[in-house]
């Protein structure tokens, strides 16, 4: 090789050592940076020049030095899909140990932490009691008959609180999923935007890393979102696909939409491009509950389980704890929102298991409604049962008012509707007269057997929490177990977002160990090719002084 050609072997040292050196740089300054993935220079042998083939082993070929081949990014596939599947089952279980300790808050005791609804509702329930065993000390006394009505609507004033306070959790979670779906088709946006200029950059001989690593760092968010999967093909676009339905796709966004039910203002994830649409009346194309249907982002009925992998994403969780409706005790006895529960028919078998126990608001929600209205319904009847056995209205005025029906002291706000506890008011006129509940029979005797059975409905149990539940409960106790169900099931939901939040985090480890930056081992690289560089300059002046010597000696 001549000496003239033996700078270009030198100058290709120069700048490959050159573009290696500042890689370096690139990863040390980006140590700090949010989803940075550090990068490496891969180097290749630029092409011989061959000079003779022969049939001998080795042509005669001659080396040219060496070039830059390509920065490629340090990442490992298999770490980034399971980092993104346990960060979006954490997201799940984050936001259902959330909920349920928002619930224990509201239910729980004021001296322990909880709210004061739920503290003055169990102290309400305490007080009716007492004053149902003080009235059957003596039931014809003014005071026990006012003392009882009292705490009737003291009952029922803190029970409507603690079921407000639930309904405005549910508007609140309502509320959080608007944001959530907003970030979702924000991120898939900013996805195909990525794909278009990282395929349009890599048509070249570009490697558009840093683009590269945004579009990984919006794919690890959404997968905090719900279940993703997603493929890249040969030029560089990558397919998403949320919940096994196409998001990104073929430079389309399938953007979500939110449907917003008339009776509840619950919103549901749907799909636009899957829905159906039809024509009101003033000629513009809307969305039907009916054609949003099939277009639906999430089936909200499937068993959430870790083996069938339906446990993944925020939004889910979110939807899932706050439900679709406003779950009543009709629920717990399988009868859907708008169904008669005095008519059997309407029931739907398996209702409360797919629909109501996988919702932490509407589960506590059904079994504390069940409570108010076993409450007022018991002693609405004990009150008619005991008008009856005294006679008819045409004979005896024994707990009937002017109309002859037998006295109620819990009545209904709405006549159509069911004896829930948004339904349910106290007698006006039993709380403005409570001596009409005067317990003397006509014959002048007080009503004994009528204090038994009031003390009976508190004592008895035969009231479950749901119907997979089986320990028989009292008034007494019913809402006892309801917050140490409550509690129990929190203190399942922190050990499951512990052990979910330490398998994410060595998740994440192991992967901060392939695409993090270490200052120590980039040091060592930049040393390293500094010696390489120059080691390159120094064979350079070698050529440099003996083509100087040649040309002084032959010019003498």
Known sequence: MSLMGSFWTGVSGLQTSNNALNTTAHNMSNMDTVGYTRQQVSQA?????TFEKSNKTNWKQLGLGVKYSLTRQERDIFLDKNYRRESGRSAFYDVSTNAMEEIEYILGEENSGGSIEG?????SLSNFWVAVQELSKDPTSSVNQNLFVTRAYEFMTRASAVYNSLCEYQDNLNQSIIKEVNNINKYALQIEELNERIVSIEAGAEHANDLRDRRNHLLDELAKLGSISYTEDISGYVSVRFEDVDLVKGGLVNEMSLYTDPKTGFYTPY???LAD????????LVVTEEGVAKAKVFDLTREISSDL??????LKAMLLARGDHRATYKDLKNFPPDADPSDPTQAVDGWYDTHISQSIVMNIQAEFDQLINAVATKINDILAEEADRAGSAATSDYLRDENG???KLFVKNVESEDWTVSNILINQELRQNPALLKFRKDEHSEDYPAMEKLKAAFEEKIYTLNPNVETPLCFTDYYRNLVAQVANSGSVFRGIQLTQTQATDALLYAREQVVGVSSDEELTNMIKFQNAYNASSRYINVIDEMLEHILTTLGR
């Open 309 to 314: 992998n339906t446990d993944i994403g925020s």
């Open 119 to 123: 503290h003055e509702f169990s102290e």
């Open 45 to 49: 042998t630029r092409t011989y020049t």
């Open 271 to 273: 799909w636009t491009m």
């Open 277 to 284: 649409y039809e024509y009101n009346k003033e000629g513009k």
């Open 405 to 407: 029906e037998p006295y």
